[in-house]
């Protein structure tokens, strides 16, 4: 008997999605959306709390598995283990606060969740995938809503940056592809199951093996996405409607990361003599994102580019610590992930507020929105704190750890980190200080406070933030687990 | 070998075909106009028995040869190629319903399409040079009418003549071609036989007699399969046809030409142990990539269909390149999901084309990307059905351009063709842009006007099948995979 949990997890948002295509009237549309989100998030609680931290590398739990097409060996085989269960849980939470922070959609509001569901099913599927058939289906199955949300609910440059993304990541996941296929060929093990396909990969000869990294490296790259191949992120951000940028920032920048740990770690230890090239490969993007990133951020006038940018340069600490390739880093990492999609939704969500309110995101002409907008301020100034790494917010744990861990192997890597560091912290208080403190400007005119349906999903995810900061070990001991038995990872 | 009435028994779904269709020819002259429509649904009925008792007599693992004195053979491929020619005619049977339902020359219009369906099945299952012309001619000549039937517009004669020039022009060729495969044997006309004697005598193959009948094979294949350079009559065909035509035309008739070169060429190829792949590789390249970049350009939606089925041959040409049996399964199965997309897609825009006009009589270029501003605003179904087809055709996961791209670039992959792969995953990826335009002209620009769109049922139907083939293949491609699998075996026993 196999277990259902993961497919009834992987496929209600699907029927959500379709139940809430069809049913015209927002009011009913929007709920019909949330329950369906609410459910994952109900299973996925309690496959969490059963969930056994303790088993080895590639020892898939709730595992499924049916034949698909046999003749090529792929199979529908979905499983989670310790790499993958954090993300599923931060996914399931996401997607009911972003859906409920929607709820004022007007705008074919049916449609609109319909595919924000969409999204979040692919984003499961790519989780959970243990086949890179399926992986990659649900990888690219994850870009048409994200497509539609932009090019449909997005700003006045919409189309281009809809058109960018759409075409920029595909040609990754392309690129991607054909790494797969060569991995496939090479091995020999005719099958698509993610596991044997990395078991195998020791024995094929070393060129090779770095095309195929490399191939797939670029893809994941794309997504994270690592300067410099990020520059469809800050158009499509900007452009995105807000649950768009949420889910995006929060989640499908993930799944590169994912990528990196499920597929690329492992490989590493096998790469014999390129290994330290590969290493610095990753070290040298990885502080690149961060330095570019953060940089870039202190120049943007832009509110919502500026978290984009700031996106950017926390993704690169996950490529840091994966880099840096020792069981500290690498949970860091792992942390990182999660505790940034925690972060950036607020970040987002609450530019998204202000977007709607005040009707312009642009630094320079807010100012002093605390005095008319304490509730927002107070929830925002949460989520800047987090995000520029304020201890006891769980951004601190992880860049932390990540920093730690990577200044023990790449300890000039960590140090020029740490340089970004100190800028991370000046473009968020100073796009605080001029946004949001000082005098009010008058030319605004009269400006709504947050409401509930907004604060609310935005103070779970700062209570969430808060309390993952205080004790991260629910979720940092899972990735402990999961990098201390990652093949060749360094034990310290 | 005596001629008895048990020998044509293999051949009662091709029998039906002619039965039906000579009846419908003969009834057509004695109804009126009003109830020809009936001729129609009889059309279907014969279409749905033919395509059952092709799949009664089972599509696996059947293996009839030396039928009607060795000139036709049974075997998965022609059962694969048959179903898809009976199920592409269906559709665009069931679509013509309404689209025709005025015209006085219905009769003929399905007699045609059933005369042209039998010439494709015979093709299909020809292993004899001479019969596999004259099913050729049959389908030709049959499309050549069909191409113009609305003989009013000019745009459609235009299409017919331009059509019918250059499809005499490449039969003739092709002839040469085979005549001179004929001489160079001392006077062999069956495929295998051919087969045997040129691996035997692989110089006189390399003679410049020889390789002057391949090329003329090519050439006249290349303008079937609309190769580019051959490609030239293709996207002016598709444009000015009727929209339901150009689906049997894109998705049918040309499909017939891979079969016959999958069967001839490819068992050339096989036979000379000569490396030509190279010439190939330039051929399907140059497809491909011309296919698509003309294709971003176009405002005609039709004319884009044209010259994306022009890339997509480029695609499934690799076969030629790398001729191994994963590569021919490769595109066999992408044979028929192009067929299954592009006769979807291709339908589906006549049935915007015709509701637009019926909504203003004297719109002029109906099939302008223009007309689909906001469509998924007047019609849902339509504008949904479009993006389904469009999004096979670019290769998006869950539908069957996935697999059969999946399948094909892993089988070329797989013999070392790197720079292959890449060319056509790059085109690919290109390909995605001009289908995304689409997409978002149909569902983020504001509706051209208000008006609703109602689809009339036919097209409905027509249409939902060919979704639901879309969508099975590419969900459960497992059956469609092992089949094209064992239909690329009878060419690599």
Redesign the interface.
Known sequence: MQSIYLSLILFLPLIGAALTFFIKPREIARVVALVFSVIPLFITAMLFSRFNSDLGFLQFQFAENY??????GINYSLGVDSVSMPLILLNAILCPLTIIYSWGEHKDANQYFALLMILQAGVFGVFMSLDF?LF???W??TL?PL??LI??WGGPN??YA??KF??YT??AS??M??GI??L??STNVNTFYIPDLLRAFAGIDDVMKVAIFLAIFFGFMVKMPTVPFHTWLPDAHVEAPTAGSVLLAGVLLKMGGYGLFRVLLPMIQDMGTYQGQIITIMAFFGVLSILYGTFAALAQTDLKKMVAYSSVSHMGFVMLGAAAFNVISVSGAMFQQFSHGLITAVLFMSVGVIQHNVHTRIISELGGLTKKMPKLSFIMMGGFMASLGLPLMCGFVAEFLVLTGSYLTLPVYAILAFLGIVATAGYHLWALQRAMFGSFNEKLGDIKDTVSYEWIPMGILVLLIIYFGFNPAPVSDIFQAASSVIPGVMQI | MSFTCESLIPFAPEIILVIAALSIMIIGLFMETSSKKLLGYFSVVALLSSTAIIIAKGVYEVELTGLLAGSLSIDPMSQFFKLTFLLVSLLVVIASIKEFEEHSNQDEYYTLILLGTIGMMLVASAVDIVTMFIGFELASLSTYVLAGFNKNEPKNIEAAIKYFIIGAVSSTLLLFGLSYMYGLSGGLTNIDELANFFSMNTELLISPMGIMALVMMTAGFGFKMALVPFHMWAPDVYQGSPSVISALLAAGSKKMAFVAAFRVLLVAIIAMKVEIGILFAILAVVTMTLGNVVAVGQKSIKRMLAYSSVAQAGYIAMVFVVVTPEALTGGILYVMSHAFMKAGAFITVGAVCYVLLKQNSKAQDVDHIDNFAGLGKRSPFLAFSILVFL?ALAG???TAG?VSK??L??AV??EGY?YL??IA??N??LS??YY??VV?YM??LPPASDEKMSVPTPYVIAIVLAMFGVLAIGIV??PF??WA?SAAEVLFY
């Open positions: 034949t698909w097409i046999s003749s090529l058939f990659y289906i649900f690219e199955l048409i497509y539609f090019s449909i919409k189309d809809a058109i759409f075409i595909h040609v392309l690129v592809l054909l296929f060569a496939y060929f | 999004f998006i996961p869950f996935f999946f399948i670039f892993l992959l797989k790197l792969v890449v995953i790059l690919s990826a995605l842009y995304a335009r978002k569902y983020v491609p497992e995979v092992n699998t």
